[in-house]
């Protein structure tokens, strides 16, 4: 009876630890929490702030289509 226990709760102890790897491997967002969201001037995709460009007073982002209008 206590090896069916001990297995159980050892089992128990690999599902968590499973569990717990499985959610650290998430991937990551590009963007922080709290950071601003823009909308390209060119194409009207929103990208986050970071990621975007000013390019003749207008808001862009990295698109090669974008940054050569």
Known sequence: MARILL???LVWI???IVKRMAANTDSKPSAKP???FVQCANCGCHIPESESQ???NKIV?????CLQK
């Open 61 to 65: 982002c990295n698109s090669p289509e």
């Open 54 to 56: 000013i390019k003749n």
């Open 14 to 16: 690999l599902f968590q």
């Open 34 to 36: 709290d950071e601003k």
């Open 7 to 9: 297995l159980i709760v």
